[in-house]
């Protein structure tokens, strides 16, 4: 699966930096050496927590373009873009109840001191001041959640890759042995 992902990456990377497409576009010519920049997509554990955090933040708050400002935030932090670009997408039509209602009910809980679930797109756009708020608010919570995850994720992977090797040489050695002894 690693290999996989490398190999998606790679040829992402080879398609952006190709000089025909780097002309294509104002903005690919104004982004285009930042984006293809290679440290920007390494699978690195501490760019790809970062990177997952920045997305999941921009991604609460309500502003227009939020993957263009995670793309903005992670190049100017040297972060994972995939990764915030990922999570940037993880708001959409279909997950605007699970994500922006809690904000909202959030901040007009901390605006106005009522706790009531009584959501609609409707009633958050015009109480913007609770909404943006809450958005403040759960953006760090979400944000430290995904950073938090990619770090747990890392670490299950990394135990299980060391966990192989060490039956692969213990294996190994017990071939070694066997040969050793019946010559």
Same mark, same amino acid.
């Given at each position: @699966?690693?290999?996989?992902?490398?190999?998606?990456?790679?040829?992402?990377?080879?398609?952006?930096?190709?000089?025909?497409?780097?002309?294509? *576009?104002?903005?690919?010519?104004?982004?285009?050496?930042?984006?293809?920049?290679?440290?920007?997509?390494?699978?690195?554990?501490?760019?790809?927590?970062?990177?997952?955090?920045? *997305?999941?933040?921009?991604?609460?708050?309500?502003?227009? @373009?939020?993957?263009?400002?995670?793309?903005?935030?992670?190049?100017?932090?040297?972060?994972?873009?995939? @990764?915030?670009?990922?999570?940037?997408?993880?708001?959409?039509?279909?997950?605007?109840?699970?994500?922006? *209602?809690?904000?909202?009910?959030?901040?007009?809980?901390?605006?106005?001191?009522?706790?009531?679930?009584?959501?609609?797109?409707?009633?958050?756009?015009?109480?913007?001041?609770?909404?943006?708020?809450?958005?403040?608010?759960?953006?760090?919570?979400?944000?430290?959640?995904?950073?938090?995850?990619?770090?747990?994720?890392?670490?299950?992977?990394?135990?299980?890759?060391?966990?192989?090797?060490?039956?692969? +040489?213990?294996?190994?050695?017990?071939?070694?042995?066997? +040969?050793?002894?019946?010559?």
């Amino acid at each position: @699966m690693n290999a996989l992902i490398e190999k998606t990456l790679r040829q992402t990377y080879r398609f952006l930096r190709h000089p025909r497409n780097m002309r294509k *576009g104002r903005l690919r010519a104004w982004l285009g050496g930042a984006v293809v920049d290679r440290g920007l997509w390494t699978l690195h554990r501490e760019k790809m927590a970062w990177g997952l955090a920045a *997305g999941l933040f921009i991604a609460i708050q309500p502003l227009p @373009m939020q993957t263009l400002w995670a793309v903005a935030l992670c190049i100017w932090r040297r972060w994972n873009v995939p @990764m915030a670009i990922l999570a940037c997408w993880f708001t959409n039509p279909l997950t605007a109840v699970i994500t922006y *209602g809690p904000s909202w009910v959030l901040g007009k809980w901390m605006l106005y001191g009522k706790l009531e679930w009584n959501f609609s797109l409707g009633a958050a756009l015009n109480d913007i001041k609770a909404f943006s708020l809450g958005s403040l608010v759960a953006g760090p919570v979400w944000a430290l959640a995904g950073f938090f995850l990619v770090q747990a994720c890392f670490g299950m992977i990394e135990r299980s890759l060391e966990r192989r090797r060490l039956v692969r +040489a213990a294996a190994r050695d017990a071939v070694h042995l066997a +040969a050793r002894t019946s010559a």
